[in-house]
């Protein structure tokens, strides 16, 4: 778990996103054996996707305000 706050005075994504929707889970991070298979999954649904290498988020406004990070699992 990841506790998080905006810099007070600073327009960030974070102080924006409580302006509108209060404080509250912003992010739920989910490990997947198979990044692309997910991501063709969720494309095939018309689910608007964020990437940025090496994880792939679903946009909040697809999943309820909350954006979702799809995260390889990595094998220890």
Do not use: C, F
């Amino acid at each position: 778990i990841e506790l998080i706050s905006p810099v007070p005075g600073r327009e960030s994504a974070v102080s924006r996103r409580i302006d509108r929707h209060g404080e509250g889970p912003i992010t739920v991070a989910l490990p997947v054996t198979d990044l692309a298979a997910a991501t063709g999954r969720l494309q095939e649904l018309s689910v608007r996707l964020l990437h940025q290498r090496p994880h792939v988020m679903v946009h909040p406004g697809d999943s309820g305000g909350i954006l979702i990070q799809l995260t390889p699992r990595v094998r220890h």
